[in-house]
């Protein structure tokens, strides 16, 4: 009962230091992070312990999930190159470098050990990358390069830790087996996270009812990490997939009643496990210091400062050659390479993805023998999350502004007036198109023409553009103005003529207009 008692305060206490952050102008992951270390500090507060299946299965389906759905496959193929080798290749490497630092550091551990905590910080994290970056303007290339690298290279970092953890069990490596192991653990993932969106996908266009399509909506994920689970395949990559393809299928998949439910629902379920789980990360550090045995804690802290410079140190590195190529320096994109660079060096701050794999490190080897040195690597694996949380989170905002790499509310404005201006344009068109064929009084077809008219009027005006003549109301013929809208802004996005910000926007417009119909 005071486990309960206690976990059922912390959210609390979450919720309302997240809302407490914008007024102090903290990122919320950051700040929870500090507040759950403190108390966790609290003498006589009961340690929440926290079982990797939880964090793997409880409550990273729906944050990868909503994350996933974000993604543009649109701004993806264009960043498809660089999201790739850092997905893979900067994994690998980064993996490699901390168990180098790892073994340097401490020479007792092992190399299959110091691999395996390698595995466990060699990916950046899409929850806090996010969170961190949910209040930056960033460029839709430059956002979707830092969110998908941070979905994917989970996704890698998490198949190749549990070759790594096999490994270091056993106590020796078969490469033959480690290779297949891990494509099976990839392939699998993304077979059944296929499989997932096709059915959610399916399921959610013959669902009619708004409720069943956010119920159906919220258990996808779900179900593609407990599918995944028991086939003993990469549950990250199931849930990651299934987010890819719905988001993909989003506007042809749902009614636009049950889009908006599913995504207020969201919004409440994302809201609260991932302030929760930055402050349960606070806390599970604290508690892990507390066990650490005094004689491991000045090597420790060398470890922590250690592997936290070279991660920092090798993703710059990574990052800062391609930015110093030829090909680069002549490159037409609007902000210098070393601008983005420093930019996607920065925010890749380590979070709920490395605590899971962390606390996923067996207890014992396949001798029964205690896993080597496991709690000063849980120590220091959580400490590097804090440390990236707190000091990355805390100036990633300042770092991008003062860089200069934000989009400027004067074109995100303009993009917005393109939009509405062709959605109107395409509702104008097909009026005129079916004005003598529909049962509609003539007076509500002119007063849809009107309002169409000078919605077209408005936007053109303020992009000096000239208005269409044209232009008023029947629930029957709304509707299907609508549905055109929703198409032309459909197109607007696949021919990549819009932001997906711009996109979800303006869709949310017109499905809360669908809404309004059905009262």
Known sequence: MHTIEAALGLVVVAIGVAAAAGRLRTPAPSLLVLVGLGIGFI??????????????????????????????????RQVWRPVASLAVGLVVVTAVVVASVAHAIDPRISGAVAFTFGTVLASTDPVAVTALARELRLPARI????????????ATSLVLFEVAVAAAVRGHVDAGDAVVRFVVLG?????????????????????????????????????????????????VTAVIVAGLMLGRRRVRSRQPAG????????DVVVFVLENAI???IGLELASFLRDLPLSDRGT??????????????????????????????TSDDAHAPWRVAAIVTWAGARGVIPLAAALSIPTTTHSGAPFPHRSMLLVVAT?????????????????????????????????????????????????EAVADSVEAPDAAVQQLRTELQQQAEAS???????GRASTGQSAVLRGGVLDVQAEELARLRTAGEISAATFRELQRQLDLEHARLSE
Do not use: C, K, W
């Not at 956002?143 to 989970?154: P, R």
């Open 43 to 76: 003498p006589g507060f009961t340690a929440l312990h926290v079982s990797p299946d939880l964090v793997t299965l409880g409550v990273l389906p729906p944050l990868l999930f909503s994350a996933a759905q974000q993604i543009s496959l649109i701004d993806l």
């Open 143 to 154: 956002g979707t390069l830092v969110q998908a690298e941070s979905l994917f290279n989970d």
């Open 460 to 466: 053109g005006q303020r992009l000096d553009q000239p």
């Open 259 to 266: 889009r908006l439910l599913a995504a207020s629902v969201y």
């Open 300 to 329: 420790t802290i060398a470890l922590l400062a250690a592997v936290t410079a070279a991660l920092l140190i090798a993703r710059a590195a990574a990052l800062a050659v391609p930015a110093l190529l030829p090909a680069a320096r």
């Open 383 to 431: 400490g590097v999350v804090v440390v990236t949380l707190v000091v990355q989170g805390t100036t990633l905002g300042p770092l991008v502004r003062r860089l200069g790499v934000m989009t400027a509310p004067a074109d995100e404005a303009a993009e917005r007036l393109r939009a509405q201006y062709a959605l109107a344009i395409a509702a104008l068109d097909h009026l």
């Open 187 to 235: 392939a699998g993932g993304t077979a059944i996270g296929i499989v997932t969106g096709l059915l959610a996908g399916f399921g959610l266009r013959r669902a009619s009812d708004p409720t069943a399509q956010a119920a159906l909506a919220l258990a996808t994920p779900y179900v593609a990490a407990v599918a995944a689970n028991a086939a003993d395949v990469s549950p």
């Open 278 to 280: 930055f402050a349960v």
